[in-house]
């Protein structure tokens, strides 16, 4: 079972940041927050993901909580390419990731 | 860098035909994962070879799903004799170390379509 809750969707206005909100709050010390994507019917796509520290690439930025018991995913410019659904994964230590319902993400022009 | 490969991209099989699906992982990764998103259901793992072993298949329905990974490069994953209710979203992922133990991602090809009619 996903260890993670997410809104079902959100929606943001093109151009503007997208802040997703995770809560995982039965996450263990060693455990690695991952976000994925996976717009229409392709693969999911790996974004970002981290430990404790807040981390940025070219995507996204991820914040994590000192208490590590939630984290944002921020979008800084949203683009229409952008929709899709994003999932927050806590990494298990058995890694058969299960990737929940996800938040359904409409970037709207 | 290639990524993740899979064929076919889509797949359209009669019941109790057989189907073949192949994963071509990114290479020198030796860590290899069948997922599997079924109609309206979540997103959910299937099995995990490190090289050519199987190091977990917990994840696969029943006896009619068989995957293999000769010589520790592409997988297949073949369904035999296929049902109604294995149409869905196969997806294959790979990474180099494990995914989720140690601090790595896991890639994902863009999943083979299959519908059983």
């Known amino acids: 079972d996903a260890k993670t809750t997410q809104p079902p969707s959100m929606d943001c206005a093109e151009g503007r940041a997208a802040n997703l909100p995770c809560n995982h709050s039965?996450?263990?010390?060693?455990?690695?927050v991952y976000w994925y994507r996976q717009i229409h019917s392709q693969g999911p796509q790996y974004i970002i993901h981290g430990l404790k520290n807040n981390e940025t690439n070219e995507m996204a930025s991820l914040i994590i909580t000192e208490d590590r018991k939630s984290s944002t995913l921020i979008l800084p410019h949203a683009t229409l390419r952008d929709t899709a659904v994003y999932y927050c994964i806590v990494s298990p230590r058995d890694y058969k990731l299960s990737f929940g319902a996800g938040t359904t993400v409409t970037v709207r022009a | 860098e290639a990524g993740v490969t899979q064929f076919p991209s889509h797949s359209v099989i009669e019941k109790g035909q057989t189907v073949t699906l192949r994963c071509d992982p990114i290479s020198g990764h030796d860590n290899l994962y069948w997922y599997r998103r079924v109609m309206g259901k979540e997103i959910k793992f299937l099995l995990h070879?490190?090289?050519?072993?199987?190091?977990?298949e917990s994840g696969m329905p029943n006896n009619r799903f068989l995957a293999e990974r000769t010589g520790g490069t592409y997988s297949t994953l073949k369904v035999q004799p296929a049902e109604l209710e294995d149409s869905g979203v196969y997806f294959c992922?790979?990474?180099?170390?494990?995914?989720?133990?140690?601090?790595?991602?896991?890639?994902f090809g863009q999943g083979t379509r299959l519908t059983v009619v």
């Open positions: 070879f490190v090289k050519e072993s199987k190091q977990d």
């Open positions: 992922a790979s990474s180099q170390r494990r995914w989720g133990a140690v601090d790595t991602e896991a890639f």
């Open positions: 039965t996450i263990s010390g060693n455990e690695y």
